[in-house]
């Protein structure tokens, strides 16, 4: 059966530090990766979502970036944290086109400080 | 701008009675609508979906209806019990990889 994992499920960094969010996935091959952000009144917001190895399509203008190192792999990174960083981040995996549902992980809460 | 809007930010109803949670959305284009509920700090988990093809899809206490020429789809849960406390987020594709999301509704179930 299929697993996604997200790491770590909580962290608080200081303004202006690096970051860096690992999602990995298992029991698939070549499936859609996302992250999106929960942020308090905006839903679930989606960051990027990426359909193959290296291929990242950004949704929103922002502070952070993603990449896709390995097949299962999806990575979620900051030179710079913002406060406005702050949120609930998810990983999320789905399968081919046309799929009916995503996956998602247990979330990463950070807190910018 | 959003593409799948809930009006409702939360919703209260008595265990045993009907849960009725609204969904709007403005493109025409999808192949699925569906349905997650979420609990706090967990992610969210999938409940039920409907194609663009049919307009209703039933599963156990959850029923989702969709009204194309409103743009207009419910999901009902009868009947709600404590546990069906959470945040609903319906959610569709519109046609491609990407899965657009509502802002959330919190249901409380009163015992």
């Known amino acids: 059966s299929q697993t996604i994992h997200q790491w770590p499920a909580t962290l608080v960094q200081p303004v202006g530090s690096p970051l860096s969010l690992e999602c990995t996935v298992e029991?698939?091959?070549?499936?859609?990766l996302y992250w999106y952000r929960q942020a308090a009144g905006r839903g679930l917001q989606l960051l990027f979502y990426?359909?193959?190895?290296?291929?990242i399509s950004s949704e929103v203008p922002q502070n952070l970036s993603a990449s896709r190192p390995q097949d299962r792999q999806f990575i979620l990174s900051s030179k710079k944290l913002l406060l406005s960083d702050s949120g609930f981040y998810l990983c999320?995996?789905?399968?081919?086109?046309?799929?009916?549902?995503?996956?998602f992980g247990q979330g990463t809460r950070l807190t910018v400080v | 701008d959003q593409q799948v809007k809930q009006n409702s930010p939360s919703l209260s109803v008595q265990e045993g009675r009907i849960s009725i949670l609204n969904c709007d959305y403005t493109?025409?284009?999808?192949?699925?609508f569906l349905w997650y509920k979420k609990y706090p700090a967990e992610g969210p988990t999938f409940l039920i979906s409907?194609?663009?093809?049919?307009d209703k899809n039933e599963d156990g206490r959850f029923t989702v209806f969709l009204n194309k020429s409103a743009k207009h789809l419910s999901l009902h849960i009868v009947p709600s019990q404590p546990g069906d406390s959470a945040v609903y987020f319906c959610?569709?594709?519109?046609?491609?990889?990407?899965?657009?999301f509502g802002t959330g509704t919190r249901l409380t179930i009163i015992p």
């Open positions: 999320a995996w789905s399968g081919l086109r046309g799929w009916t549902e995503a996956f």
């Open positions: 029991g698939t091959s070549n499936p859609n």
């Open positions: 409907i194609s663009s093809i049919k």
């Open positions: 990426s359909v193959g190895i290296g291929q």
């Open positions: 959610a569709s594709n519109f046609g491609n990889e990407k899965l657009t």
């Open positions: 493109n025409s284009m999808f192949d699925y």
